[in-house]
């Protein structure tokens, strides 16, 4: 679903704090990034309830959106759950990824 950025919250209680979005290096990637491409990799979010969601996964690129404007943000939206499932569930998309190799 395509989502109007008011509509979505981001989780304060996100355990990951330091998303680099200081200005200048990753933050000015991802940003230019977005600003060419558009997000390429939907934001997750949880509803919570009817025309509001929460954020699960994407919370830079959902930062990077709002600074552009964007009027709709793609998202892939999961229905409401419970705080545990909520939380074991952004724990796998987060925990779930590898840095790249110097090779790659």
């Known amino acids: 679903m395509e989502l109007p950025p008011d509509d979505i919250e981001e989780d304060q209680n996100q355990p990951r704090k330091a998303f680099g979005l200081l200005k200048g290096g990753d933050h000015n990637r991802l940003l230019k990034s977005i600003q060419h491409y558009g997000i390429e990799e939907l934001i997750k979010v949880c509803q919570i309830e009817e025309g509001r969601y929460i954020i699960m996964d994407g919370n830079r690129r959902f930062k990077c959106a709002k600074e552009l404007k964007f009027e709709k943000i793609p998202c892939r939206v999961y229905p409401k759950m419970n705080e545990g499932e ?3 569930r952004r724990y796998e998309m987060q925990n779930n ?3 790249w ?4």
């Open 86 to 88: 909520f939380e074991a």
């Open 97 to 99: 990824r590898r840095g």
């Open 101 to 104: 190799k110097l090779i790659e």
